[in-house]
C-alpha cells in the first residue's frame, strides 16, 4: 500500500498558497485494510476514508468511465490494480493532477508544474469533456489565478465550448451550479470567472440573466465603461477587494442590475426603474438556484435600494428610516454592513472610481446607530400604549436621523 498527498495541497504548495486540505490517494489497497487500520468511511460512490487521527480524507486510486449525461453519469471502478497515474489521469486540470509521495518527490505525469509556470489551466486528457462540472472549475480557478497571471488554454476552452453545444452543460443540477458560482464569488477576481464562461458561451446557459447585461449601454458620464456586462465585472473584482471571500457581498454586487437587461430599446442609455425591473429576473436566478433565503434577501434590496443608498444625503430622514426599515436593518443589525459593502463595490466598479470615497456609508451607518437607539421602554414610562408607541418611536427616529444629517451636512452624495 503507497499513499499520496494529490491535488490541491500540491498544487498551492508549489504556487506557494496557504494549503487548507490536504486529500490523499490509496494506491494498493482494499477498503478491508483501511478499516482494519481504524479508517473511517464516507464515500457513498466509491470509497472515501477518513483517518483516525487527523480527519483527512483518503480515497482509494480510482477510474471512472462516463455512462449517461451530467456529472452524475459515472461509473466508478476502485480496487488494489488501479495505479496512480490512472488515477491522476480523470482529474479535470494537469495543474490538480499532481502527487507527492512521503518522500516529497513530485509525480507529475501530465506536466502540471509546466502549466503552473507558465500559468495555463489546461486540461489533463480528452474525458474533460465527460463531466460538465469542469467547465465551472475551470472558471472558478480562473477566479482564484487570474490575478497572477493564469489563462485557460485555448485547446481547453474550444473543449468547454463543445461540451456547452452537445448540451452537456445544461444537464447540470442547480445545486451543483450555486456551489460553484458560490465559491467563484468568494475568489480574488471573480469577473474571470464570467469571463470564461462567456467565452464557452456556457454563461448563456447557466446565468442567462447576467448573461443578458453585455453590450447594455449605460451613460458615460456616469459609466465611463459604458457596457453594463463591463460594469459588472468591475463591481465583483470591487466586492472581492472591499469584502474578501464574503460570497453574500459577491451575489449582490453580481445581481444589483439585472434589471437593465430590461430597459426598453428607445430609453437607452439611461435606465430610469431599472432597480424595480431587476427584481423579477433577481427572483427568477434564485428559484432557479436554489439560492439560500439570506443570499436572496440581501441581494433583492441591493437591486431595489442601491440608487437610494447613492443619493443616501440628499434623502429626507423619514426616507432613510424607510430604507433601514426595508432592510430590516433595526431588527437584524447584521444586514447592515454587507449591504452597504455591495453598495460602495457598484460606487467603485466603475472606469477610473476604483478608489472613490462614499460618504453615505458612513452616514448610513450613524443614522442607523441613532435609529437603534430608540427603544420603547421610554415611552411605555411615559404611559403610552399601543399604537402610540409605535408612533412615537418612529418620529422620535426619525428626529435622531435628522441630527446626523445636519453633523453630515458638509458631505455630499455622488452617483
Known amino acids: 500500500m503507497q499513499i499520496y498527498l494529490v491535488g490541491g495541497a500540491v498544487r498551492d504548495h508549489l504556487l506557494q ?44 486510486a480510482r477510474t471512472e468511465r462516463k455512462r449517461g449525461h451530467g456529472y452524475h453519469g459515472f461509473v466508478f471502478q476502485a480496487d488494489a490494480t488501479v495505479t496512480l497515474e490512472q488515477d491522476l489521469a480523470r482529474r479535470d486540470l494537469t ?7 512521503a518522500d516529497g518527490r513530485l509525480i507529475d505525469p501530465y506536466h502540471g508544474a509546466r502549466d503552473l509556470a507558465d500559468r495555463v489551466l489546461r486540461h ?13 472549475r475551470v472558471a472558478r480557478f480562473a477566479a482564484r489565478l487570474a490575478a497572477q497571471g ?7 476552452m474550444a473543449l468547454m465550448r463543445g461540451m456547452v453545444e452537445a448540451g452537456e452543460v445544461a444537464h447540470l443540477v442547480a445545486e451543483r451550479v450555486w456551489t460553484e458560482l458560490r465559491k467563484a464569488l468568494g475568489e480574488e477576481r471573480p469577473s474571470a470567472f464570467l469571463r470564461v464562461l462567456r467565452e464557452c458561451t456556457a454563461l448563456h446557459v447557466l446565468l442567462p440573466e447576467v448573461d443578458a447585461l453585455y453590450g447594455v449601454p449605460q451613460r458615460a458620464e456616469y459609466h465611463p465603461e459604458v457596457d453594463t456586462g463591463v460594469h459588472v465585472e468591475m463591481v465583483l473584482d470591487a466586492a472581492a477587494k472591499i469584502a474578501p471571500g464574503d460570497d453574500v457581498v459577491g451575489f ?42 439570506e443570499h436572496a434577501a440581501l441581494a433583492e434590496q441591493v437591486c431595489r435600494e442601491h440608487l437610494n443608498v447613492h443619493r443616501a ?15 430590516d436593518a433595526l431588527r437584524r443589525p447584521q444586514r447592515l454592513q454587507p449591504f452597504l459593502a455591495a453598495c460602495l463595490a457598484d460606487k467603485r466598479g466603475r472606469l477610473g472610481h476604483q478608489d472613490d470615497a462614499y460618504p453615505q456609508a ?32 418612529r418620529a422620535a427616529r426619525i428626529a435622531a436621523i435628522a441630527a446626523v444629517k445636519a453633523s453630515h451636512a458638509g458631505l455630499q452624495s455622488t452617483v
Open 17 to 60: 498558497r496557504p494549503v487548507v486540505d490536504r486529500d490523499y490517494v490509496v494506491v494498493g489497497a482494499l477498503p478491508e485494510i483501511l478499516l482494519a487500520e481504524g479508517y473511517k468511511p464516507v464515500g457513498k460512490d466509491f470509497p472515501v476514508f477518513l483517518h483516525p487521527q487527523t480527519g483527512e480524507e483518503y480515497a482509494l
Open 95 to 101: 495543474i490538480n493532477a499532481m502527487a507527492q509521495d
Open 124 to 136: 489533463v486528457s480528452p474525458a474533460f469533456a465527460e463531466d460538465p462540472v469542469r467547465v465551472l
Open 150 to 156: 493564469f489563462s485557460v488554454a485555448p485547446e481547453t
Open 252 to 293: 449582490c454586487a453580481l445581481t444589483h442590475d439585472l434589471g437593465k437587461a430590461l430597459t426598453p430599446q428607445g430609453e437607452l442609455p439611461r435606465h430610469i426603474g431599472h432597480e424595480q425591473r431587476g427584481v423579477a429576473p433577481l427572483r427568477a436566478l434564485c428559484a432557479r438556484l436554489k439560492v439560500p433565503t
Open 313 to 327: 444625503l440628499e434623502l429626507k430622514p423619514a426616507t432613510v428610516l424607510k430604507l433601514l426599515g426595508a432592510l
Open 362 to 393: 458612513e452616514y448610513l451607518r450613524a443614522a442607523h446607530a441613532a435609529a437603534a437607539g430608540i427603544e420603547a421602554t421610554a415611552f411605555t414610562a411615559a404611559g403610552l400604549t399601543g399604537p402610540a408607541i409605535g408612533a412615537a418611536m
